[in-house]
């Protein structure tokens, strides 16, 4: 009986050391993690006027709508001197507009819609790539954008659930 309390005192001990040293180690790791993210997200994504001239390009090489390029032309001038544009009344708002380049870079790709394929997993950014056209078309009538409201409108179209919180995760991140 003795022995057994002895066993188990060293094991309560024994268990009290792992503990105290792995809650720091976790700590640790957890610290770096942040910082990681910290750093992702202080990457610029907003579009910048460079990033729209390529889409736009690219939606001509596609033969995309034409008043739709129009559109991201003069957003794209604003970003270029956005004092000169103040004073003029704008059709849509800043969250309009980049609702609008999220779904065109989905569909048409370029250099901006690969700032939202670098903002998730590697699984998730080859659908992206096979499949921009079906994810685009899931979420280009959600109202309300959300993380969850566009994933499930993409569970919806058929992505799988994972990928489409991944994807609605970055599109969030990007639409800020």
């Given at each position: 009986?003795?022995?057994?309390?002895?066993?188990i005192?060293?094991?309560?001990?024994?268990?009290?050391?792992?503990?105290?040293?792995?809650?720091?180690?976790?700590?640790?790791?957890?610290?770096?993690?942040?910082?990681?993210?910290a750093?992702?997200?202080?990457?610029?994504?907003?579009?910048?006027?460079?990033?729209v001239?390529?889409?736009?390009?690219?939606?001509?090489?596609?033969?995309?709508d034409?008043?739709?390029?129009?559109?991201?032309?003069?957003?794209?001038?604003?970003?270029?001197?956005?004092?000169?544009h103040?004073?003029?009344?704008?059709?849509?708002?800043?969250?309009?507009?980049?609702?609008?380049?999220?779904?065109?870079?989905?569909?048409?790709?370029?250099?901006?819609?690969?700032?939202?394929?670098?903002?998730v997993?590697?699984?998730?950014?080859?659908?992206?790539?096979?499949?921009?056209?079906?994810?685009?078309?899931?979420?280009?009538?959600?109202?309300?954008?959300?993380?969850?409201?566009?994933?499930?409108?993409?569970?919806?179209?058929?992505?799988?659930?994972?990928?489409?919180?991944?994807?609605?995760?970055?599109?969030?991140?990007?639409?800020?």
């Amino acid at each position: 009986m003795k022995n057994n309390h002895i066993r188990i005192a060293a094991a309560t001990a024994l268990t009290a050391v792992t503990v105290g040293v792995a809650a720091p180690a976790a700590s640790a790791v957890e610290a770096h993690r942040d910082r990681a993210v910290a750093t992702q997200a202080a990457e610029p994504l907003q579009p910048t006027a460079e990033d729209v001239r390529d889409l736009i390009s690219r939606m001509r090489a596609d033969g995309a709508d034409v008043n739709q390029i129009r559109e991201f032309e003069e957003y794209a001038k604003q970003l270029e001197n956005p004092d000169a544009h103040k004073r003029t009344k704008r059709a849509l708002g800043m969250g309009t507009i980049v609702r609008k380049l999220i779904v065109a870079g989905l569909r048409h790709g370029g250099s901006w819609a690969g700032k939202i394929v670098g903002k998730v997993s590697k699984k998730s950014g080859a659908f992206i790539s096979r499949n921009g056209n079906k994810i685009a078309d899931a979420i280009e009538d959600v109202e309300g954008w959300s993380e969850t409201a566009l994933s499930i409108a993409m569970v919806r179209a058929g992505v799988p659930t994972d990928v489409a919180h991944d994807i609605a995760k970055a599109i969030m991140m990007v639409a800020l």
